[in-house]
């Protein structure tokens, strides 16, 4: 009922974009609070960004004024924009979906993102 995929991940060089796309299904942004995680080896699952459902932004230190999150609810597709891509930028990258006021959480299965020379 409820999927996340992920894809658009990819080997890039540093400083260079990568647009992730997240498609949901089951999914409806006006009541779910979205956002994007990602782990590295040997590291755990770190937030980066969120969308809540009204719309609002936020993102980690790490990635703030690199990183853009957006939604295309006509699409039912969640996007974050990387730019000025770095090393230590290279990780899994998963999406995430949380409905309002409940406790479940949804996951997609990742994609990699490489930044490498």
């Known amino acids: 009922q409820v999927q996340l995929v992920e894809s658009g991940g990819g080997l890039v060089q540093p400083g260079g974009s990568l647009r992730l796309s997240c498609a949901t299904s089951?999914?409806?942004?006006?009541?779910?609070?979205m956002g994007w995680y990602r782990q590295a080896p040997g590291k755990q699952r770190e937030w980066i960004a969120t969308l809540t459902s009204r719309g609002a932004t936020d993102y980690s230190n790490s990635v703030k004024g690199r990183f853009t999150i957006s939604r295309d609810t006509a699409e039912n597709t969640m996007y974050l924009q990387m730019n000025s891509l770095k090393a230590e930028d290279t990780a899994v990258y998963y999406c995430?979906?949380?409905?309002?006021?409940?406790?479940?959480?949804?996951w997609g299965q990742g994609t990699q993102v490489t930044v490498s020379s």
């Open positions: 995430n979906s949380r409905r309002v006021g409940q406790a479940d959480q949804y």
């Open positions: 089951g999914i409806i942004f006006s009541i779910n609070t």
